[in-house]
């Protein structure tokens, strides 16, 4: 009884870790993109969140692969605000497309939150 109660205390989970979290902001003209870039020491989970969004949306959220001219990765074609996109990546440079998908009637001010590892 003693060594399940040892073993058990012996066994807790590690603290989560913690990554670092960026904020661009910025101004997506109509008929055009917005590209901000991120690089990763290490492998884990890349989280974009669309955190603000001014005006009627939706927008195409996009992670690609920055040394690969932005090849896309994960896209989410009708972004709100409130919409997150993720994606399992290894050690690199990503970058992520905010795009007006044809149909924004102006220019829109935007937040993207970017937890990456």
């Excluded at 040892?6 to 979290?21: E, K």
């Excluded at 109509?30 to 603000?52: D, E, F, I, M, N």
Aim: hydrophobic share 40%; net charge neutral; proline share 9%.
């Amino acid at each position: 009884m003693t060594l399940a109660v040892l073993g058990a205390a012996g066994c807790s989970d590690p603290a989560a870790p913690t990554f670092p979290t960026k904020d661009f902001s910025g101004t997506l003209p109509r008929q055009s993109s917005v590209w901000h870039t991120v690089s990763t020491v290490q492998g884990g989970t890349l989280k974009v969140a669309l955190t603000t969004l001014s005006g009627a949306g939706p927008v195409r959220l996009t992670i690609g692969d920055a040394l690969n001219s932005c090849k896309p990765l994960a896209t989410n074609a009708a972004a709100t605000m409130g919409t997150s996109l993720s994606i399992v990546v290894g050690t690199g440079t990503f970058c992520v497309t905010i795009a007006d998908p044809g149909q924004l009637p102006a220019p829109l001010t935007y937040t993207l939150t970017i937890t990456y590892p």
